[in-house]
């Protein structure tokens, strides 16, 4: 995996074809997965507090929308 951007930082445009086809994912998957191979980004974010968004990831056929304080981030799987 790889951190690519947030949505704070690209186009409309741009965040309309990263959402493509975005269905529901695992908050708890991707959370584990995030401090296995982004150990880093779990740290910023800590991630092991509790998160209101959390229902609210999503994952395309090529990224994880991970939501955290209402910000999306773009992770390439």
């Not at 949505?7 to 908050?27: D, N």
């Not at 997965?33 to 968004?53: G, H």
Request: proline share 3%; with cysteine.
């Amino acid at each position: 995996m790889i951190y690519e951007c947030n949505c704070t930082c690209i186009s409309a445009h741009e965040w309309q074809r990263l959402m493509k086809g975005a269905r529901q994912a695992s908050y708890t998957r991707l959370v584990a997965r995030i401090k296995r191979e982004l150990p880093k980004l779990y740290q910023e974010l800590v991630l092991n507090f509790y998160n209101p968004w959390e229902n609210e990831c999503k994952q395309t056929r090529t990224h994880y929308i991970l939501v955290h304080s209402g910000i999306e981030y773009f992770i390439r799987k």
